[in-house]
């Protein structure tokens, strides 16, 4: 049977997605995850959502995936010890270094999964994380279904992918992209000695989108006559989902740590029917649910416009203001 | 003393440019199998280039295709086979299924992380040291202070940027054929043949703003498969800092550069270092850093190493 993980960017997001039916909830660790600290759960919110996910038999699953500094290291683990100690079922992890220290001290019941940030582009990426010590490795949103079957041909560890999706090739986003810090980044230190970054989508906080905004693209003396950005956005996917799961795709995973709790939660809906469906017939028929997830496609396009907005212009004016600084 | 490192894409890159001032080379672009007669894709190009490398006195390091595909895995492992016949002093390789392919042939040339290896930590430094990594290039992202630290932890030996255009973002496909036909709106202007045309030769610019500073004025240079900072790094007023900090491996990134470039960045740099390394006071910088502003378009950088935004400046002062 496949795992729906579902995430919990709030802790009403969290409790949502369990109650629409995912097998587990993947919340991120306030400062320790790709994301700003408003999609991010504190300790206390943390063991509100185990508890809340073991009542109802599901797991939860902590997002641990920015890029930590050496030194953070020793509380990285402490961290990682003390919510396996409360229930945490599963981590998600970069760092090739703190995922291989993380799988020595954690027990062997609780599951490591590579992130996105790996950024691997094969099938022996895929077994180096199995070697490392990971129980999944999720794929980028770019493979097609039959990379993924020539990937689980070769690999014993499971295999995790988004239910969201982009055309094939292109900027490999997120994992090898630093577009962002280099134009606006910067760091503190917080009361525990803890490193916190804005701007750099590896190493913590939202990354700033700058591939969205509107670039001109000049040859020479030739420049196009439209702006344009820089990569293509994922979108929500269905159709593919019994070929996937045919090809043994272990893990699912619904994207959305920093959309509303309503458009998660709907989100979760659908594909928790749509996957019920798949593994309970051998000609499911996924065409009903065709009309809902196109309407929550232009929903996901509407926040994430926003999102992409207001990440923008505060990479604009902290650019500007940095700049006028030095002049 | 210190290695001072370039690159040099293909055999054309080699002879036209001046490497004199340069301890070693690293053979081929990394980014994009594509691009003409690349030691990185082009098996029959190796032993030219190596021979040319050598004959100068130098190291020779062979750049492995930093994303390779399920598809691109057979002739990277061809490549690999080849090479491993031929006295390459070492592999640089950016992709963790390549390291492993390396380990399992039981292959014991020296292996250098290269900057898409996504090198964050010591931690993860020792563990690709036991995959025969003797050398990393830390992402750009990371500070002096970081780097240090992970040259003295874990301990290994460390490759630091000097000078030349930042990597960023790497792609599977070309980002300038994918846009090729809109590119042409002059009718002038003579059409590619096929897919790729090499329109890379040509330098093409991704801007935002007005250049006037009345919004963020942004600039990224793009190569096709990569794309790059728009400002330069420059390192040159910290000389004396990297000497003083244990580094003593530095390299100027010139891909997509004139074949001038590499060659006076080299000399300004080589002589830096030289002084730096033999404790002599450091010199007036002005005119040196006003030379190297001439050859960056858009300026200079070094922003990462201190802490901040990769596209900021900050002098000696």
Not at chain 1, 37 to 66: H, M, S
Not at chain 2, 138 to 158: C, F, H, R, V
Request: glycine residues 8%; contains cysteine; hydrophobic residues 35%.
């Amino acid at each position: 049977m496949v795992m729906m993980m579902a995430p919990g960017g709030t802790l009403e997001m969290a409790r949502a997605v369990l109650d629409e039916g995912a097998d587990a909830v993947y919340v991120g660790v306030v400062g320790w995850s790709r994301r700003g600290a408003q999609d991010e759960l504190n300790d206390d919110e943390i063991a509100r959502t185990i508890d809340y996910a073991t009542t109802k038999g599901k797991e939860v699953r902590l997002v641990v995936n920015t890029m930590p500094s050496s030194t953070e290291i020793p509380m990285f683990l402490e961290h990682i010890q003390r919510y396996a100690s409360w229930g945490a079922r599963g981590f998600m992890i970069s760092d090739i270094g703190a995922i291989r220290l993380a799988r020595e001290i954690l027990p062997k019941d609780v599951e490591i999964h590579t992130s996105v940030g790996c950024g691997i582009t094969n099938y022996e990426d895929v077994k180096f994380l199995g070697d490392a010590g990971a129980n999944y490795v999720v794929l980028p949103y770019r493979l097609s279904v039959e990379e993924i079957r020539q990937i689980t041909a070769e690999n014993s560890v499971g295999i995790e992918v988004f239910l969201f999706k982009t055309p094939s090739g292109g900027k490999i986003c997120p994992g090898k992209c630093m577009m962002s810090s280099y134009f606006n980044f910067h760091r503190w230190l917080d009361a525990n000695g803890k490193d916190h970054f804005h701007g750099s989508a590896s190493r913590g906080g939202d990354c700033l989108r700058v591939c969205q905004t509107d670039w001109k693209f000049n040859m020479g003396q030739l420049e196009f006559d439209e702006p344009m950005t820089l990569k293509e956005n994922p979108a929500l996917w269905l159709e593919e989902l019994p070929e996937y799961l045919a090809a043994g795709v272990g893990c699912l995973k619904v994207p959305g740590r920093d959309r509303s709790p309503e458009l998660v939660r709907s989100i979760t809906r659908v594909y928790r029917q749509a996957v019920d469906d798949i593994q309970g017939s051998d000609h499911p028929d996924l065409a009903k649910y065709a009309a809902e997830l196109e309407t929550l496609r232009g929903r996901w396009r509407t926040e994430r416009h926003k999102r992409d907005n207001r990440l923008l212009s505060e990479a604009e004016n902290l650019s500007r203001n940095a700049m006028a600084a030095t002049l | 003393m210190f290695e001072l490192c370039t690159e040099a894409c293909n055999i054309k890159e080699l002879r036209e440019g001046d490497y004199s001032a340069y301890d070693a080379t690293y053979l081929g672009d990394y980014s994009c199998p594509e691009y003409p007669n690349n030691f990185t894709s082009n098996i029959d190009q190796l032993e030219a280039g190596l021979e040319l490398v050598k004959s100068r006195g130098q190291k020779c390091y062979l750049r492995l295709y930093a994303i390779p595909s399920n598809h691109d895995l057979p002739w990277v492992e061809d490549l690999i086979d080849t090479a491993l016949t031929m006295p390459f002093d070492a592999f640089e390789v950016h992709n963790l299924g390549l390291l492993r392919m390396l380990k399992k042939k039981g292959s014991t040339i020296p292996l250098h992380l290269g900057v898409f290896g996504n090198l964050y930590t010591h931690e993860t430094a020792k563990t690709l040291k036991d995959y025969g990594v003797t050398r990393v290039c830390p992402n750009p992202e990371l500070s002096l202070k970081e780097i240090a630290y992970i040259a003295e932890n874990t301990p290994i030996d460390t490759l630091v940027p000097v000078h030349g255009k930042i990597p960023l973002v790497i792609s599977e496909t070309c980002f300038i054929v994918e846009h090729s036909e809109e590119c042409y709106s002059s009718p002038d202007e003579p059409r590619p043949d096929g897919p790729c045309n090499y329109q890379c030769a040509k330098e093409h610019w991704l801007k935002r703003g007005r250049n006037d500073g009345s919004r963020a004025d942004w600039s990224l240079k793009d190569t096709g498969r990569m794309t790059l900072s728009g400002k330069d790094l420059c390192m040159l007023e910290h000389a004396s800092t990297l000497v003083d900090m244990g580094f003593n491996i530095f390299y100027v990134q010139s891909k997509g550069e004139s074949k001038d470039y590499v060659g006076k960045i080299g000399k300004i740099y080589r002589d830096a270092l030289q002084k730096a390394f033999s404790g002599e006071a450091a010199p007036d910088y002005a005119p040196l850093v006003a030379n190297l502003s001439a050859l960056a378009r858009e300026g200079l950088c070094n922003g990462y190493y201190f802490e901040s935004a990769g596209q900021r400046y900050f002098g000696r002062s």
